[in-house]
């Protein structure tokens, strides 16, 4: 066993009585030789952090990138907002010169046009900057825009030192007091840039481990082809940077995309809304827009409670517009809308006589963040659903206006209840209102694309049937669906489910889109759905049960007045050939009454089309619906006739008082003579149309004795035997705006 050591006692050597000392002179040379080494480190240490600050080692390529695209950002919004303000001028001064042209009972002049040239010089600027200058403003900057903008802070530091070292020397001068509020400045300030300077790191001095990422704004969307920007990616302001205590504030107090990030999340921390985040600002004409972003559930609870946001910024009804993003299930553009959205939207551009085929898009209308509606009906059966004021008429007219363009396109109007299309009248082949007529046509065009189907193979189409001038397709108008009969809704039916392939495509429209409407639950079943001002129910049977969810708003559209055109024609859509389904509010071109007729006489003077003849020798082979044939009892007998007849094109054309076809000529005699004759009293007045009444007494100057007892009932008889109709509206002659008559070109083409 080991024998425990005792502790051994630590001998300390006594203090001597006389220790040596350092000489006072040497001890002064020491302090002297530290405090020299450490002004030189100092000085060292302030060369280097100087030199690194110069040189803006401070700023990583990562900072420089944000920096340069932020500027941007901001020099693209001032280029747009100036661009917008442009806009705004050229808008006034066009309004003026109308009104001086008014007060000299001009309806335009040569300054009213040059400036509406330049007014759409301006516009298409603004359309070309919104589809690429968001693109460019946000692309990653090169590494020449990198090394720009790194000499740039390098100049500007170097300025500032000069700048600021003439200014201190200047004030010393005028004001010695500064000298004495500078020694404390400037001793801090050689404190902290005398500190030990160590390269590529943090202030705390540790590096970084690896290249720091790119920031959102420059990472590419792996979904997106080409590197394409995430929408919502330029996050300008989250929930955690509010200043505690700060209270919402209106929406006009805002000047900033800063503050409007700002008014945007008091807002929705004080109705209980989750946004917590606020990205993507941009001033618009009409207000401002962004993106927001929710922490939970959907951007369903911002749609909830817009109605207490709009008070929340002192907004008018329906200003709070938000459009759910189907890219970002938790994000939503935000709209603020405190003026018209559309005002700067161009106009209807102008559609020569076939210059379209109906497969092309044309624009129709434009969305409220400005994106053109374009589409084509080609085959789209489609259905538009808008109350009484809604502006169902003009979305019609919007729609036909275009495929009357096409040169290998027949349109066809319906309407049991109205005036259909209206004023493109005369560039519809066939016109029907009353029920024989609907019924008659519907029947023709389904039994028509019956036959269509077994041609196609024998005409080397394939599977669908390919429109040409020779090959012709046909657009059905049909306005008022509700109000037709029976008969009419069970052809209507059919025929959306068999004319797709073979080009007949029926465009239904009314004012609701229940079963109580439609008699059928059919409106989600049709590819291509619009929706006006409306009811909450009528969204909900077009769109389906979650739409209002989803942002489908057009029941919080307002229906036209007599004095106020409000929403009307206004609508959002579904099923668009090539578009998503975004919900998003469009509003459709709206096109002056004398326009429209002007474009459809020239259409008119351009030839209308009818079916080719492959089609119309195809038919004599189809088998009518069931319940189109007649009922007979067990004796072969007539029980009850058919509801309605299958007619020939011509019998056709004669049932709805249009145009015969071409090549089907009138006979000599008393029919033939009044056609002539009417031609050539309109020649000898050296007119184009005659209203019914003056046309009639001038055949009655040009030859008593075959009309000079002749009524207007028997003359008008006479004419629509002839294959002239019933007479037409004529546009304008004299006070008379809209009188009916005949025109001298269409009685023309009957010889």
């Excluded at 003439?166 to 007091?177: D, R, S």
């Excluded at 037709?484 to 209507?492: F, M, N, Q």
């Excluded at 050296?686 to 019914?692: G, H």
């Amino acid at each position: 066993m080991a024998t425990e050591t005792e502790p051994v006692e630590q001998q300390i050597p006594p203090m001597p009585t006389d220790p040596p000392t350092v000489p006072r002179k040497q001890r002064i040379g020491t302090a002297k030789m530290q405090a020299k080494a450490a002004y030189g480190e100092q000085k060292q240490n302030v060369r280097q952090r100087l030199a690194a600050w110069f040189a803006t080692a401070d700023i990583d390529d990562q900072k420089l990138a944000e920096q340069v695209v932020d500027n941007k950002r901001r020099q693209a919004q001032r280029q747009d907002d100036e661009l917008l303000r442009q806009v705004g001028r050229v808008n006034s001064r066009l309004a003026q010169a109308r009104i001086d042209a008014a007060r000299r009972g001009e309806e335009t002049s040569p300054q009213v046009e040059r400036i509406k040239g330049e007014l759409a010089a301006l516009q298409a600027r603004v359309e070309t900057r919104a589809a690429e200058g968001p693109a460019v403003a946000v692309m990653p900057p090169t590494n020449r825009e990198l090394d720009r903008a790194r000499w740039t802070k390098k100049a500007t530091r170097v300025a500032a030192v000069l700048a600021g070292g003439y200014g201190y020397l200047h004030g010393i001068a005028v004001e010695p007091a500064l000298l004495l509020l500078s020694i404390p400045a400037g001793g801090f300030g050689w404190w902290f840039l005398s500190r030990p300077h160590v390269e590529d790191s943090t202030e705390a001095g540790a590096p970084f481990p690896q290249a720091p990422a790119l920031p959102a704004t420059f990472q590419a969307d792996p979904t997106q082809a080409g590197g394409a920007m995430n929408v919502g990616s330029h996050v300008v302001m989250n929930v955690e940077q509010l200043a505690e205590g700060a209270k919402p504030y209106p929406l006009r107090n805002v000047s900033t995309p800063q503050q409007l990030a700002e008014c945007v999340l008091l807002a929705a921390c004080a109705e209980g809304v989750p946004i917590v985040e606020v990205a993507d600002v941009q001033r618009q004409p009409w207000g401002w827009q962004c993106v927001v972003r929710v922490s939970e559930g959907t951007p369903e609870v911002i749609i909830e409670k817009s109605g207490d946001l709009e008070t929340r910024f002192d907004l008018p009804t329906n200003a709070v517009r938000p459009q759910p993003l189907r890219a970002r299930r938790a994000c939503a553009i935000l709209r603020l809308v405190d003026g018209d959205p559309f005002a700067t939207a161009p106009g209807l551009p102008y559609r020569a006589p076939k210059s379209l085929s109906i497969s092309d898009k044309f624009r129709i209308g434009t969305s409220v963040g400005g994106d053109p509606l374009e589409l084509s009906l080609a085959g789209v059966m489609g259905i538009w659903v808008a109350a009484s004021g809604g502006g169902k008429t003009s979305i019609l007219q919007a729609l036909a206006e275009g495929v009357t363009a096409c040169r290998d396109n027949i349109t066809i109007d319906l309407d049991p209840h109205g005036d259909g299309l209206e004023d493109l009248g005369d560039a519809v082949r066939i016109t029907a209102r009353s029920n024989e007529q609907i019924e008659a046509v519907l029947l023709f065009f389904l039994v028509m694309s019956k036959a269509r189907a077994r041609l196609r193979a024998k005409l080397g189409m394939g599977k669908k049937w390919k429109a040409s001038p020779e090959h012709p397709a046909i657009t059905i108008f049909f306005d008022e669906f509700p109000k037709a009969t029976d008969l009419a809704k069970s052809l209507a039916f059919d025929l959306l489910l068999v004319g797709r392939k073979e080009l007949i495509t029926l465009e239904l429209a009314s004012q609701g889109g229940t079963t109580r409407y439609l008699k059928e639950n059919v409106a989600q079943m049709i590819a291509l759905r619009a929706v006006g001002p409306c009811k909450v129910g009528d969204t909900r049977a077009v769109f389906g049960d979650g739409a209002v969810k989803e942002g489908y708003l057009p029941h919080k559209l307002s229906p036209a007045t007599e004095t106020d055109p409000k929403d009307a024609g206004h609508i959002y859509i579904q099923g668009v050939p090539g578009m998503a389904d975004e919900p998003i509010e469009y509003a459709t071109h709206e096109i002056p009454a004398a326009v429209l007729r002007q474009l459809a006489q020239e259409r008119l003077d351009a030839g209308l089309l009818d079916p080719d003849q492959d089609s119309l020798d195809g038919m004599k082979g189809v088998d009518l619906p069931e319940y189109c044939e007649p009922e007979y009892d067990k004796d072969d007998q007539i029980k009850k006739p058919a509801p309605v007849s299958l007619l020939t094109w011509e019998q056709l054309l004669r049932l709805c008082d249009a145009e015969p076809a071409a090549g089907s000529e009138l006979t000599e005699g008393p029919v033939r003579a009044a056609v002539e004759d009417s031609v050539a009293v309109m020649q000898k007045a050296d007119v184009d149309r005659m209203k019914t009444e003056p046309l009639l007494a001038a055949l009655q100057d040009f030859d008593p004795e075959a009309y000079g007892e002749l009524g207007v009932d028997e003359f008008k008889a006479l004419m629509k035997k002839a294959g002239a109709g019933s007479p037409i509206t004529l546009g304008p002659i004299g006070e008379e705006k809209n009188p009916r008559g005949f025109k001298r070109d269409r009685l023309r083409h009957l010889l």
